[in-house]
């Protein structure tokens, strides 16, 4: 199992927090994620790891500039792992 960083934990947890507090956010997040599944149909079977590639190429470009850590202080991996992890939670979770 990899061990990731404080600083992984902590732009998960914040990055969560202001996806939830912020209105513009919330809406970027339910639409583009609507576009995710109804792009990739099978989106919660066998091509969800489609899904979730689909979902971060929509979400970077909005949330990337808007980050509330420093994506520096992440390594490849955990860079990475932070956009998949969010979108597996999005897809998961938005309704």
């Known amino acids: 199992m990899n061990e990731y960083s404080a600083v992984y934990g902590d732009a ?7 996806l939830e507090t912020n209105k513009q956010f919330a809406y970027i ?5 609507k576009m995710a599944r109804i792009d990739v149909p099978d989106w919660n079977g066998n091509d969800f ?3 979730v590639a689909k979902l971060v190429t929509y979400l970077m470009p909005h949330l990337e500039p808007s980050l509330p ?18 979108a597996e939670h999005l897809l ?3 309704e």
């Open 12 to 18: 998960i947890d914040s990055t969560l927090e202001l």
């Open 49 to 51: 790891n489609k899904a």
């Open 29 to 33: 997040i339910d639409v583009r994620t």
């Open 69 to 86: 850590f420093d994506a520096t202080e992440l390594s490849q991996d955990e860079y990475y792992r932070f956009w998949e992890g969010l």
């Open 92 to 94: 998961m979770t938005v």
